[in-house]
């Protein structure tokens, strides 16, 4: 039985219209804002009601539209108002519930500092830092050592943070930080850690429900980063064996027990190259790349996101504890990577995506609809299964090669050359992997298909003439080169 | 038969769009349900094509290739050169300007900071292309900009 008739989705894009398809599996009633320049974006058009905002951060309006819904629930999806916790005290005095954790393990938890102490309280191993007044963060960063990293208190997604090589950056490495932090997060407060070189990015699923259990699903590897924010993420990782799993899993539930923690969580760990793994943050909502754990263990996190809001006890079988094949998940960005990842705006005059059995496509995009400047430049998330990583890793490659995108410029390509790369297929990588490696993932197309590239667009031929089936690119080539267009092309010569 | 040939540095690149080319075999190119297809080499690929902005976008085997574009019959009242000068600089993106770090009448060098802007809540430092005066500002820190918006004017310095 549903407690909620109706559940609001305080959030927008892909995550929105991902929470709404679970709904609808579920019999209950979807409900979400849309701001101005979202009047015809998919989440609107996907949600059973919609109801105008000027803005996502605007808890108030939020929760106005959440009643006018009559929804008993709100679920804050990612980023925007899900680890704000006043909204989520606010949810509770307007009476309804927040699906998420308590206000207070939301405030515990976006305080870096506070849930540094609270892990290592509850035996969680943790990376040396310092934190201390402003005035005396040169003798912190000589107490930690170079190299460090400067990182916003109130932080997350890498803003306002810091790589410090030597004592020379530190200055105006602070700077920036502080500047970023506030601007972000209203919280200029920062502190140094010490930078483990070349580590993996490793962080498991937690989950607790009102009844005191605790449940930590198997490890998501996210490794593969660029400006500290994840492009590809898996499960299993390849890093991990079975021991290591255990601990990781181990620590998971000291950590949800400590905290009294209530619905889907995220513990991030760094792993060194000796199967050390450091606590580095607790994410009080769900991830982007939540799905890898929704194949991998096959269970929808957002029904069980709803199950324990509504009172009811995790209690799942030992088989749902087990993870079976593999997922790989790519995060298409409308950013050019041959340009140190510019965002790029415009409108998707194609988007294509493939539709093949065991691929998962999570967006929030349809083709026509414009990519602004004012949100983040995710267009999709392609998550591929396989009995295998070797399978899944084939099933996510041909699908981003069938995957057109035209109109803005995306990642794709960029992501194709990591996912056929060498490095990527023996699962050797790290955090740094792309950023230290650039060369590695550069742009070199194969001539064939440059060439051939070249002949189609002579040729004028694509989506505004889909009628002329069968239409002869030889004749059309033909009438280009007569028209004298086909020099406008490079070098190429005709001949009869 | 039509065959164009390509003088690339490792030596001609033939592509013959009949099914006896031996460098490259279209067979066919194909429209299905809103998408192109082109079969090459025995195998069906799709592609896109767009034309933007001056140029011609073809989307093939999850790659995108870019080709300047004149229309033919554009192209005779095209002017020859509409280049800019490199001391132009101009936004990237769109986004809002954050701090200057220069004043008019600065000497800079290539590299030098000249503005911090932010789009899509990342802050990028844009820099100084080439060494030169700054002759002109035209934006001030809290103003948005569009893609290709004149940020700062740079008067080159003269190669020595």
């Known amino acids: ?496 | 038969m039509t065959t164009f040939t390509y003088p690339s540095p490792e030596g001609d690149v033939q592509l013959s769009f009949t099914r006896t080319s031996e460098t490259l075999q279209v067979e066919e190119v194909s429209y299905l349900c809103n998408e192109t297809h082109v079969l090459i080499d025995g195998r069906r690929l799709p592609f896109w094509v767009l034309e933007k902005q001056g140029e011609r976008l073809v989307w093939l085997n999850g790659e995108v290739y870019r080709f300047p574009w004149v229309d033919p019959r554009e192209r005779s009242r095209t002017a020859s050169d509409t280049g800019l000068p490199g001391g132009l600089v101009k936004a990237q993106m769109p986004g809002k300007i954050l701090k200057l770090s220069i004043q008019a009448g600065d000497h800079v060098n290539k590299g030098q900071n000249l503005l911090i802007m932010e789009s899509m809540k990342m802050e990028l430092a844009v820099d100084a292309a080439t060494e030169g005066l700054v002759t002109a500002i035209e934006v001030v820190p809290g103003q948005r900009v569009d893609q290709g918006d004149l940020l700062v004017t740079i008067e080159p310095a003269p190669s020595s």
């Not at chain 1, 709904?23 to 058009?45: C, E, F, K, N, Q």
């Not at chain 1, 308590?102 to 305080?111: K, L, R, V």
């Not at chain 1, 995108?405 to 297929?425: K, M, S």
Request: glycine letters at 8%; hydrophobic letters at 40%; a neutral charge.
């Open chain 1, 1 to 496: 039985m549903n407690k909620f008739s109706t559940v609001f989705i305080a959030n927008r894009a892909e995550i929105a219209v991902r929470v709404a398809r679970t709904l609808r599996s579920l019999g209950v009633i979807s409900a979400a804002p849309y701001t101005p320049s979202d009047a015809h974006a998919l989440h609107r058009m996907i949600v059973d009601q919609a109801f105008p905002v000027e803005s996502y951060l605007d808890s108030e309006a939020i929760l106005k539209a959440a009643r006018a819904a009559g929804a008993g629930a709100i679920h804050p999806g990612y980023g925007f108002l899900s680890e704000n916790a006043a909204f989520a005290r606010r949810c509770a005095e307007e009476g309804f519930t927040f699906i998420g954790p308590s206000p207070e393990a939301i405030t515990a938890m976006g305080d870096k500092l506070i849930a540094k102490n609270t892990m290592r309280q509850a035996g969680l191993p943790l990376v040396p830092g310092w934190s201390g007044p402003i005035d005396e963060i040169t003798y912190g960063a000589t107490q930690v050592g170079y190299p460090l990293l400067v990182k916003a208190a109130a932080g997350g997604g890498g803003k306002g943070m810091r790589l410090v090589r030597n004592a020379s950056e530190l200055s105006q490495a602070i700077e920036r930080a502080q500047s970023e932090a506030q601007k972000a997060f209203g919280d200029g407060r920062i502190f140094l850690e010490r930078f483990i070189e070349h580590p993996r990015h490793i962080e498991v699923q937690i989950f607790g429900d009102q009844h005191g259990h605790a449940l930590c699903f198997g490890e998501r590897e996210c490794s593969l980063q660029r400006r500290y924010q994840k492009i590809i993420e898996e499960a299993p990782s390849a890093a991990v064996a079975p021991t290591l799993r255990a601990r990781l899993i181990e620590a998971g539930i000291k950590a949800v027990q400590a905290l009294g923690y209530t619905g889907a969580g995220t513990i991030e760990f760094m792993l060194d190259k000796n199967d050390n793994f450091y606590f580095l943050e607790v994410n009080t909502r769900l991830q982007v790349e939540h799905p890898v754990t929704e194949l991998t263990y096959g269970l929808d996190l957002v029904a069980l996101q709803i199950a324990v809001a509504q009172g009811q006890p995790l209690q799942l079988s030992p088989s749902h504890l087990q993870p079976r094949g593999w997922a790989i998940e790519a995060r298409i960005y409308a950013e050019d990577p041959d340009q140190g990842f510019l965002p790029s705006t415009g409108k998707l005059e194609v988007f294509a995506p493939p539709q093949d059995p065991f691929l998962r496509l999570d967006t929030g995009f349809q083709q026509g609809d414009h990519v602004s400047a004012d949100f983040d430049p995710m267009l999709a998330k392609l998550i591929a299964y396989g009995s295998s990583r070797e399978e899944a890793r084939l099933r996510l490659a041909n699908g981003l090669r069938r995957f057109g995108v035209l109109g803005v410029t995306t990642n794709v390509a960029y992501l194709l050359r990591i996912i056929d790369h060498p490095a990527f297929i023996k699962a050797e990588f790290h955090t740094q992997f792309l950023e230290e490696n650039p060369h590695l993932f550069r742009r070199s197309p194969p001539k064939k298909f440059e060439h051939l590239a070249a002949a189609l667009a002579a040729s004028d031929q694509g989506p505004k003439r889909p009628n002329q089936a069968q239409h002869s690119l030889t004749q059309s080539l033909s009438e280009v080169f007569l028209e004298g267009a086909w020099a406008t092309l490079g070098p190429w010569r005709a001949q009869r």
